[in-house]
Each structure stands twice: as C-alpha cells, then as structure tokens.
C-alpha cells in the first residue's frame, strides 16, 4: 500500500512537467547558492580556519550529501504544523497504517532529488581535488557517512516537527536545529569558537556529521584536539538520534487530542 501510494505521489507530480521540471532546477540551484557562498569566501582567502578550498569543499559536499538525502526522505515531516491546525492529522490516525510513513509519502518532495545528484557530484569532485586516497577504509566512510548524516538529519526534522503536538507554531524552532544544523555542518569546525562550537558540534552531535569523518579522508589530525576515531562515530549518533526521535515521535502521538475543530 505504501508503494501505491508513493507511485502515485511520483505520478501526480511528474504530471505536469514544466512545473516538475522547474522545481528540479530551483533546488539545484539553492544548493548552488550555497556553493557559492563558500567560493566566494575562498576568493577573499587563501585558506579557512586552515583548511583549504578543496579540503572545505569536502566537508561541505558530506555534509549537503546527507542533508539532501534526509530533505528527500523526510523534509516535508515540517509541514506537521499544518496538518495538526487543518485537521489532516486526525484522517491519518484513523486508517489501518503507520501515521509517521503515512504522513511521509503523502507529500514525498521527489523534485528534492536534484539536490541528491548535485550534492553527489559536488561530493565526488572535492574527494579528487582533496586527494583523498582510495583505499577501502576511505571509500566505505565516503558511503557510509552521508547516509549516517541522512539519518541524523532525518531524526531532526521528525523530533523538532514532533513539537507541533504541542506547540503548533513550532516552525522557527525546527528551522533552527534543521537548517541552522546544515549551516553549521557545511564548515570546518574550526571557523566556531567557544561555547556555541561545543554546543553544536558535541552537545547536539553536528560535528560528527560531516567535519570528524573529512578529518580522516584528509589524513589530517583535529586542530582542536579531539580523537581521530571520532569520524567514525557517526552511525552510532545517527541510530541514537534516531531512537530518540522515534520515542518523541511515539509520545507525541499518545498524547495528541486533536485540534478539536
């Protein structure tokens, strides 16, 4: 039944094909413009926070990598807000399925999949220009951590949007933690300092998404300090974020009593 219904989601935004099409292009181009936003920083410099272009645009690539494939997956989970008010969440519960993979494929963001191929080839090209060695060990970390950040950011998006049970204008602070993580991630860790580096990067986990893993696909130890087995943790933070946020979910929806409209 889910397939169904994710085939037909696909069909019926596929079936205008201008408008599909540019949807396609409009998120290429917003992850261009985030590119962009790094080239131009490397035109002013020569190097940032001691990483270089290459180096930085290998963070960034893992980062949007995963961001994208979480945005596809589970982005459109932000639009809880309007599904609590308008009332669409009450229709869901009372079918015989899943509420979260219900709400999930009911607007899959397929036009988000050019964000996917784009981050993929941002990714590939920097791997080269960093000099990243080719060895089994550095080809598995390149796999495995955009899928780990995918789940990672994934479990964001549906802990913060789980909030809307409670606090139906709960949109800022999912933006916040969402794309304000992807912000953060996009960037050697080293351009923060003081207490919001440690708050982001180890309190909330965003250091492992992108910077710790690109350390070891560098062969270039922390500036700051910290253990190079750290780019391996990954996975463990994206099934623990994952676990938290599917028991958030779980008590949000025991505890919902509809909008009562």
């Given at each position: 039944?889910?397939?169904?219904?994710?085939r037909?989601?696909v069909?019926?935004?596929?079936?205008?094909?201008?408008?599909?099409?540019?949807?396609?292009?409009?998120?290429?181009?917003?992850?261009?413009?985030d590119l962009?936003?790094?080239?131009?920083?490397?035109h002013q410099?020569?190097?940032l926070?001691?990483?270089t272009?290459a180096e930085?645009l290998?963070?960034f690539?893992?980062a949007?990598?995963?961001?994208?494939?979480?945005?596809?997956?589970?982005g459109?989970i932000?639009r809880m807000k309007q599904?609590?008010?308008?009332g669409?969440?009450d229709?869901v519960?009372?079918?015989p399925l899943?509420?979260l993979?219900q709400?999930?494929?009911l607007?899959?963001?397929v036009?988000?999949?050019?964000r996917?191929?784009?981050?993929?080839a941002v990714?590939?090209?920097a791997?080269?220009?960093?000099g990243v060695?080719?060895?089994?060990?550095?080809?598995l970390?390149l796999?495995?951590t955009p899928l780990?950040?995918?789940?990672f950011?994934?479990?964001?998006?549906?802990?913060?949007?789980t909030?809307?049970f409670?606090?139906?204008?709960?949109?800022?602070l999912?933006?916040?933690l969402t794309?304000?993580g992807r912000?953060?991630?996009s960037y050697?860790m080293?351009?923060y300092?003081g207490?919001?580096?440690h708050l982001?990067?180890?309190?909330l986990?965003?250091?492992l998404v992108?910077y710790y893993p690109?350390?070891?696909?560098?062969?270039r130890p922390?500036?700051i300090?910290?253990?190079a087995?750290l780019?391996?943790c990954?996975?463990?933070?994206?099934l623990?974020?994952?676990a938290?946020?599917?028991?958030?979910?779980?008590t949000?929806?025991r505890h919902?009593?509809?909008?009562?409209?």
């Amino acid at each position: 039944m889910y397939r169904a219904l994710l085939r037909a989601q696909v069909r019926a935004q596929a079936s205008y094909r201008a408008s599909f099409a540019l949807d396609l292009a409009s998120n290429v181009i917003f992850l261009g413009a985030d590119l962009l936003t790094v080239l131009v920083l490397f035109h002013q410099v020569p190097a940032l926070a001691g990483f270089t272009l290459a180096e930085s645009l290998l963070v960034f690539g893992l980062a949007a990598l995963g961001f994208a494939l979480a945005d596809l997956a589970v982005g459109n989970i932000e639009r809880m807000k309007q599904h609590v008010r308008t009332g669409l969440l009450d229709a869901v519960l009372i079918r015989p399925l899943g509420v979260l993979s219900q709400l999930l494929v009911l607007d899959l963001g397929v036009r988000r999949v050019g964000r996917v191929i784009t981050s993929t080839a941002v990714l590939a090209v920097a791997a080269y220009q960093a000099g990243v060695r080719p060895t089994p060990a550095n080809l598995l970390l390149l796999v495995v951590t955009p899928l780990a950040g995918a789940v990672f950011f994934g479990s964001v998006f549906v802990a913060t949007a789980t909030v809307a049970f409670w606090w139906v204008e709960s949109g800022e602070l999912s933006a916040a933690l969402t794309y304000g993580g992807r912000d953060f991630t996009s960037y050697p860790m080293t351009v923060y300092g003081g207490w919001f580096r440690h708050l982001m990067a180890f309190g909330l986990g965003f250091g492992l998404v992108a910077y710790y893993p690109a350390l070891i696909l560098l062969g270039r130890p922390d500036p700051i300090g910290a253990p190079a087995w750290l780019g391996w943790c990954g996975p463990l933070l994206a099934l623990a974020a994952a676990a938290l946020a599917a028991l958030v979910w779980r008590t949000g929806v025991r505890h919902y009593r509809s909008t009562g409209s």
